[in-house]
């Protein structure tokens, strides 16, 4: 329930969005909007009987797994800004494998340090990309 | 016809270029490989390639991502059948007869029909588009944007209520997609919708970002610390995977029909390739006369499936190139590579670009038989290959994703848009919802806007002007009877509860 909850509010926001916009560049958006409303309560107005297939097992909480992956992209996005893109490398590639509770620190330390040796190799060396190698920002 | 055979002469001209010859070959090992490697499809591998295409000429350009589009099945089916492994949805069918092949001792065998499937199913496809993509552009030239809008909107329709699932909610992810595509500046008023005041945003949000976010950033999230290692011990050789001719002559007739089937999913726009295999699959059991066989390892239950599968794949390219209609996500992601390139698909591509169009027919052939001579000796490898674990595997991933999104504007701001959307493609995920849609929705967003608001000037605004023209009413008669039947099945679902559960597999 408190998934479909979740589902219809997604729903409302993109329908305020939409009835938001002017008439003249506004009217695909607003009719769009108005369909995903429609659509949405649809939704959950016959989501009721299908509740009892939502597994509640198969979607095991990954905290852990789920925090690393997404702070090892924000960081990537940061140290690619103020450190370059060697630090930003290792941290991605460091910090998303500690996220996944088979590694230790010993095998994400070492993954990491080969791919930023791939990264320097294959797109500073070879493919010239323009992202310095470091940085300040 | 003979013009056609004429222009395919021509297009392998193009194709056994060296250089375009080197891309295709390229794209279709790195197919392979991301296709055996669990956790990866198309989608991911052709996104995370395309910013690389944006310095390419586009011939080659097309030829390689094509090349990952059937690569990538290639190597799909390998994982379905040794291990279990449905990384793609499409060969998730594969595995049910495939997989207890394989525990027979029998798993080389099934791998060689699936190649032999897949190659006989693509040719067959080629075929039917050299012949047929001239005859579509004659009828294409007549259709004005009323028509075009109403094609755009069957196959939104089709892609929606088609794709795994329940349709409401690809419906619900189809117009979210729409929704996405229309962030940026509007192309007839210069207005800036949905920016919320970020100037980074007027350009559109970055396809490459979106689809990486949805369909790479996404899945790791679903599947960390999820996939588990498997396999050890398994071991293919060449010699294995000569079929006998009685499992030949098993195979052949399953196969036959698994390419049709294929093939008239390919034609439809907007049918994914999952729902494809499995209408294949089901056929051939129920036509079957031994269909207890089928689940403990019927070898047409590979077949049929694999070759449905590639001859799609082939025809899936037809409306796309012809009309400009993409059918599949990927379709979408070849369509919005064509475009950045600054080629407008449409009847007039084959005329105005006639290198890109029969050069990429004819490395299809090539490509194909390429795969073959890939796949029988490398097999080991490949077997191999799929024993990398997933730890490993998805935080270098990861970092090619990073990478990529960057490297399509040199600028981090696409980064971001990859997290978000990477966030709540994982949410959408685990709620059930498809999100296949809303890349679709997202590149036809733009053109179903622009040819709904010609047609509308045109008709000085009646709205009825969709029905008054015959082809366009005809394909709104049938996008009206597509939600019709959707409305009456979930009703007869509702009474009859049991015939919920169709959908095969988990």
Redesign the interface.
């Known amino acids: 329930m408190i998934v479909l909850g979740l589902a219809a509010a997604v729903q409302g926001r993109a329908y305020s969005f939409g009835a938001l916009q002017r008439p003249g560049p506004g009217f695909f958006p607003v009719v769009l909007g108005v369909l995903l409303g429609l659509v949405g309560v649809a939704i959950v107005a016959t989501a009721q009987p299908m509740a009892s297939s939502i597994d509640e097992g198969r979607y095991s909480r990954e905290w852990r797994g789920w925090g690393c992956i997404t702070l090892s992209l924000v960081l990537f996005v940061l140290l690619g800004k103020y450190g370059g893109l060697l630090p930003a490398t290792f941290v991605i590639v460091f910090v998303s494998a500690l996220g996944d509770r088979r590694n230790t620190v010993k095998d994400a330390l070492t993954l990491a340090l080969a791919m930023t040796t791939i990264c320097v190799l294959v797109f500073w060396w070879a493919l010239k990309l323009q992202f310095p190698l470091f940085t300040r920002g | 016809m003979l013009q056609s055979l004429h222009d395919l002469w021509y297009g392998f001209s193009i194709a056994l270029q060296p250089s375009n010859l080197m891309w295709s070959f390229f794209g279709v090992l790195i197919g392979n490989l991301i296709g055996v490697l669990p956790g990866l499809g198309a989608l991911s591998a052709i996104s995370m390639l395309m910013p690389l295409t944006y310095a390419m000429h586009p011939v080659p350009a097309i030829l390689m991502l094509a090349g990952i589009f059937y690569g990538s099945q290639y190597g799909g089916a390998i994982g379905a059948i040794l291990l279990n492994l449905p990384s793609h949805p499409p060969h998730a069918v594969t595995c049910l007869d495939g997989f207890p092949l394989t525990k027979q001792g029998k798993g080389g065998t099934a791998l060689g029909i699936a190649m032999i499937a897949s190659i006989f199913a693509a040719s067959f496809g080629i075929t039917v588009m050299v012949f047929a993509s001239p005859l579509l552009v004659k009828i294409a030239f007549k259709l004005g944007p009323a028509e075009i809008f109403s094609i755009m909107l069957l196959g939104l329709l089709a892609g929606g209520t088609m794709a795994r699932g ?1 349709p ?2 690809g ?2 992810m189809t ?2 997609g ?2 996405i595509g ?1 962030v940026g500046t ?1 192309v ?2 210069g ?1 800036f ?2 920016t919320f005041g970020l100037p980074e945003l007027a350009d559109r949000i970055e396809l490459v970002a979106l689809a990486l976010g949805l369909f790479g ?1 996404a899945d ?2 679903r599947n ?3 996939i588990q290692a498997v396999g050890g011990g398994l071991r293919v050789r060449f010699r294995d995977m000569w079929p006998s001719k009685a499992e030949l002559k098993q195979a052949f007739l399953p196969m036959l029909r698994g390419t049709l089937v294929g093939t008239l999913f390919g034609a439809m726009p907007g049918t994914g390739p999952t729902i494809t295999t499995f209408v294949a699959y089901g056929l051939e059991r129920k036509i079957s006369k031994t269909p207890w066989r089928f689940g403990a390892g019927a070898i047409e239950g590979v077949a049929s499936p694999e070759a449905a599968s590639h001859s799609k794949t082939q025809v899936d390219f037809i409306p796309t190139m012809s009309l400009g209609i993409p059918g599949d996500p990927v379709m979408a992601l070849i369509l919005g590579t064509l475009l950045i390139q600054g080629i407008q698909p449409g009847p007039q591509l084959i005329s105005e670009h006639a290198d890109l169009f029969w050069g990429l027919i004819a490395s299809f052939w090539v490509g194909n038989i390429l795969l073959v001579l890939l796949n029988v000796p490398l097999i080991g490898l490949w077997v191999r290959l799929l024993r990398i ?4 595997m ?3 991933a ?2 090619f994703i ?2 990529g999104i ?2 399509t504007n ?1 600028s ?1 701001f696409e ?2 848009e ?2 978000l959307f ?2 709540v493609g ?2 959408l995920l ?4 498809p999100v296949a849609p809303i890349l679709l929705g997202y590149v036809l967003g733009p053109l179903l ?1 622009e040819n ?2 010609r047609s509308l000037v045109l008709s000085h605004g009646d709205l009825l002007v969709f029905f008054g023209r015959p082809i366009s009413a005809a394909i709104m008669i049938v996008s009206l009877l597509i939600v019709g039947v959707q409305v009456f099945s ?1 009703l007869r679902a ?1 009474v009859r ?1 049991s015939a ?1 559960n169709v959908h095969a597999g988990h």
């Open positions: 329940a409401l909610k419906i619900a117009l979210l729409l929704l229309l509007d007839n008023s207005v919708r949905f950033v790791f999230l960390v610390n999820r674990p997933y730890r490993f998805f935080p270098c990861l970092f990073a990478i960057y490297s040199n981090l980064v971001n990859a997290i990477g966030i994982a949410i685990a709620l059930d919802f806007e709904f608001r979930a509702r509860p919920v």
